[in-house]
């Protein structure tokens, strides 16, 4: 199906594992992202990703690790979770980014124990 | 640190009713855009409106923009109950372009 995925929906995991989330966009588009969203913070951009091999920070890159090796696909991995990554995790692309307007996944519901 | 903050954090009207949603924010911007979010979804984009825009419409929705006051508003006219929903506006920064930055969103219930 067109769109953009997230896999898993929900994912439990203790403190200390590594834990991959998958996104996956069939539009082509260039800019992915990846969100987080906490009660009291609203959403908070981690990583994005301008095209194939290129990522840069957003604004809480700590503790995460991304990746594009493929236009369709941008993986977010935890290298070593912890209780404060506890969250929603929103996957969103843009055809061009700069000022257009984010496609958003379903999330991925991670808790970590 | 966020850019937008939106006003009211929540707000519960009748159907049938209007409701207006704020959004301020801090520094320049070339577009700002508004998002809705039903419960456990992700974000739906609702409408974009530039920086050399003041007013736009699209069906029930109006969004105004204040550059000067660096402000914006949403306004939902005629208020269904599948219009609950938390809102959410959003702003690329004209130094980091590619980022765009949310606030913490209202929270809108609409009672049939």
């Known amino acids: 199906d067109a769109g953009i995925t997230q896999s898993p929906r929900y994912k439990i995991t203790e403190t200390g594992r590594q834990v991959t989330l998958m996104c996956h966009q069939t539009?082509?588009?260039?800019?992915m992202f990846w969100y987080r969203q906490d009660l009291g913070h609203g959403l908070r951009l981690i990583y994005y990703?301008?095209?194939?091999?290129?990522?840069d920070k957003g604004e809480v890159p700590d503790g995460y690790v991304v990746s594009r090796s493929k236009t369709e696909n941008f993986p977010l991995t935890l290298e070593s979770a912890t209780r404060s990554q506890t969250s929603v995790y929103f996957c969103?692309?843009?055809?061009?980014?700069?000022?257009?307007?984010?496609?958003f996944g379903s999330g991925t519901q991670l808790s970590v124990l | 640190s966020q850019q937008g903050e939106e006003d009211p954090q929540a707000l519960s009207i009748q159907e049938g009713e209007n409701a207006t949603m704020n959004c301020s924010y801090k520094?320049?911007?070339?577009?700002l855009q508004w998002y809705r979010q039903n419960s456990g979804r992700g974000l739906v984009h609702l409408i974009l409106?530039?920086?050399?825009?003041r007013e736009k419409h699209s069906g029930r929705l109006r969004v105004t923009l204040d550059t000067s006051k660096k402000s914006s508003s949403l306004l939902i006219t005629a208020s269904r109950a599948a219009d609950t929903a938390s809102y959410f506006c959003?702003?690329?920064?004209?130094?980091?372009?590619?980022?765009?930055?949310f606030g913490q969103g209202t929270r809108l219930t609409i009672n049939p």
């Open positions: 969103a692309s843009s055809f061009e980014g700069g000022s257009e307007k984010l496609f």
């Open positions: 539009w082509s588009h260039s800019y």
């Open positions: 990703s301008a095209a194939a091999d290129i990522t």
């Open positions: 520094t320049s911007i070339n577009n």
């Open positions: 409106i530039r920086s050399n825009e």
């Open positions: 959003a702003s690329y920064l004209i130094q980091g372009a590619q980022k765009l930055v």
